[in-house]
Structures are given as structure tokens and as C-alpha cells.
T-cell receptor, first 114, second 112 residues
């Protein structure tokens, strides 16, 4: 077990709706990263938060937003859902934001947009 | 743009043999490269990290090499077991935001 938990495990939404996914990092981990993994693909970087500030962002539109809280929890919010947003959403925590940090992933939230 | 290629989508080998997975990257020079294992319905699990100045890294039955000239990493599992069956992801560090970039993965199946 990685000590990273995500909720919910599965979610079904309709196009145009909004969704909030939650993650609880390992205690003491200052960094959380969110990834989107489509079926048959590798995880794609959405963004990273370090000590509650956004620390980097991948090629995702602004309707993907996030928050990180002092209690090692974080959220991924997606507005105006599109069919292509259907994927496994993974959060990963790490001690710090350096290049040599290994990531501890949760089991993900499977989002289906109908 | 930065690109990562893992040798094949699927690799089937017999139990006891050595599995070799390939990761090639282009258009950048990562200082670090990580390998992860992912089982169906689960998040990736960290296996090994290798630095650009290290040629080889070992952990139990796992071995990783990193050739910065060829822009390639090889991942070996010796004496493979059916329990090694999973998808293996290569992740060089160095996205424009300083993030890990993941390959599509290679699905390894070890037959008894």
C-alpha cells in the first residue's frame, strides 16, 4: 500500500457537468501531482501542487483546476465535462518536488462521461 | 516535442526467462529516469530510479540501464515469474514543468 487514497473509486457524469475528485496524500508529503490516464495510454501530467501552490501544469485547459490543503488532502476539479474527459485520474504524492522524487500513486478514480 | 517510446505494447515470455523491456526517448535529455509497475485497475508503483551518471542499477531480480548516448533505458527482470505479469511504465524526468513523462507502457505476460 502506498498510503495514498482517492475517492470516489468510480464516477459517472454527464457532459457539461462539473466533478470534484479527492486525494489524501501520505503524511509529510509536500507535493501532489495529478495525472490523467486514458485506456491503453500512459499517465498524462495535469498539474502539480507544492505546499498549496500550483508548481507546474501540463497541456490541459483551465477547466481543470486543483487545490491542495494543509492536511495533505487535495482536489481535482473539472468543469464543463466533455466525453474525452473519460479516463482514470491518478493522484501521486511525493516528499518534495525534486527530480529524484519517487511518486506514490493512489488507485485512481475512474471517471465516465456520458 | 518530447517523445517516449516503449518497445512494444505486449511481451510474452516463459517463466524463468529474462524479460527485457526497452524505453527510447527523443528531443530531450532527462537527468533521471524511473520505472513503474501498474496492475489492472491500480495506480503505478515505483520500482527503480536511475540517474544520468549511472550506467546500471539493480534491485533483487530487476536491473535497469541508462544509455544517454543512445537515449535509451533497458529494464530487465531475471528469472521471471507469473506474478511479474503487469504493465511496466518508463518515466524519464524533464517535462517542461519539471514533471515525469510516462510512456504508454509494455504489458508483460509471464506464462508458467
Amino acid at each position: 500500500e502506498t498510503g495514498v487514497t482517492q475517492s470516489p473509486t468510480h464516477l459517472i457524469k454527464t457532459r457539461g457537468q462539473q466533478v470534484t475528485l479527492r486525494c489524501s496524500s501520505q503524511s509529510g508529503h509536500n507535493t501532489v501531482s495529478w495525472y490523467q490516464q486514458a485506456l491503453g495510454q500512459g499517465p498524462q501530467f495535469i498539474f502539480q501542487y507544492y505546499r498549496e501552490e500550483e508548481n507546474g501544469r501540463g497541456n490541459f485547459p483551465p477547466r481543470f483546476s486543483g487545490l491542495q490543503f494543509p492536511n495533505y488532502s487535495s482536489e481535482l476539479n473539472v468543469n464543463a465535462l466533455e466525453l474525452d474527459d473519460s479516463a482514470l485520474y491518478l493522484c501521486a504524492s511525493s516528499l518534495d518536488r525534486g527530480a529524484n522524487e519517487k511518486l506514490f500513486f493512489g488507485s485512481g478514480t475512474q471517471l465516465s462521461v456520458l | 516535442s518530447q517523445k517516449i517510446e516503449q518497445n512494444s505494447e505486449a511481451l510474452n515470455i516463459q517463466e524463468g526467462k529474462t524479460a527485457t523491456l526497452t524505453c527510447n526517448y527523443t528531443n530531450y535529455s532527462p537527468a533521471y529516469l524511473q520505472w513503474y509497475r501498474q496492475d489492472p485497475g491500480r495506480g503505478p508503483v515505483f520500482l527503480l530510479l536511475i540517474r544520468e551518471n549511472e550506467k546500471e542499477k539493480r534491485k533483487e531480480r530487476l536491473k535497469v540501464t541508462f544509455d544517454t548516448t543512445l537515449k535509451q533505458s533497458l529494464f530487465h527482470i531475471t528469472a521471471s515469474q507469473p506474478a511479474d505479469s503487469a504493465t511496466y511504465l518508463c518515466a524519464p524526468y524533464g517535462g517542461s514543468q519539471g514533471n515525469l513523462i510516462f510512456g504508454k507502457g509494455t504489458k508483460l505476460s509471464v506464462k508458467p
